[in-house]
Structure formats: C-alpha cells, structure tokens
Nanobody
Framework: QVQLEESGGGSVQPGGSLRLSCAAS????????MGWYRQGPGKERELVAA???????NYADSVKGRFAISRDNAEKTSYLQMNALKPEDTAVYYC???????????????????WGQGTQVTVSS
C-alpha cells in the first residue's frame, strides 16, 4: 500500500513563510518525478512546482523567486519552501509523485501517479 502524506500547512500573515513536506511510504521500488499542486477557492488545480529524480526543478511563474522545491531521495520525501507568501497563495496544496512498485505475485514493475490528501495554506492578515 503506497501512501503520500503531506504536512506543514497552516495560517500565516502576508510576507511569512511555510515549509511543506511530502513523504512517500509503502512497498516502493522508486519515486520518480514529484510535484506540488494547489487549488484555491473557486479555482482549478494548478501546478506550483515539480522536481525530477535528478533534482531538476520547474516552477509556475507566480511563485518563481519565492518558492523552492527540493527532495531527499533516501527519505522518499519532497519539500516546498514557501517564502514571501501572498493572500493569493491561499489554497489546498497537494503533493503528487510518480511511484514505481513491484507486483508481489508476478514480479513486474509498474508505475503510476499518487496524490496526497492535501494540506491547507491560508495567508491572511
């Protein structure tokens, strides 16, 4: 059973910082691309930042220079450091990861996207 568990959300004033974590657990062969998405009130889910297994990162234009994504491959965890937060950053933040597992019966490897349950980030004065 593969799970992604997010933590680190909360409420902060404009200009403040938060650090989100996303930990993968279960019978995992490898964790490939990892990413953070968010869905604000009345909005569609959008990509915030993503990172490859080799550490190459890309960001939405709205967060460039303020957010930083990183990962610890040994711990199967990704992080999203969010600085200079704005009210428009308020959203539920979701972690996504492409995870490869090995079938216990046949021994085949297969991969798919897994999502975390989401963590609320509220930026308000």
């Amino acid at each position: 059973q593969v799970q992604l568990e997010e933590s680190g959300g909360g409420s902060v004033q404009p200009g403040g910082s938060l650090r989100l974590s996303c930990a993968a657990s279960g019978s995992i062969s490898s964790v490939n691309d990892m990413g953070w998405y968010r869905q604000g009130p009345g909005k569609e889910r959008e990509l915030v930042a993503a990172i490859t297994i080799d550490g190459a990162a890309n960001y939405a234009d709205s967060v460039k220079g303020r957010f930083a994504i990183s990962r610890d491959n040994a711990e199967k965890t990704s992080y999203l450091q969010m600085n200079a937060l704005k009210p428009e950053d308020t959203a539920v933040y979701y972690c996504k990861a492409f995870i490869v597992v090995r079938d216990a019966t046949f021994g085949d490897f297969y991969g798919k996207d897994y999502w975390g349950q989401g963590t609320q980030v509220t930026v308000s004065s």
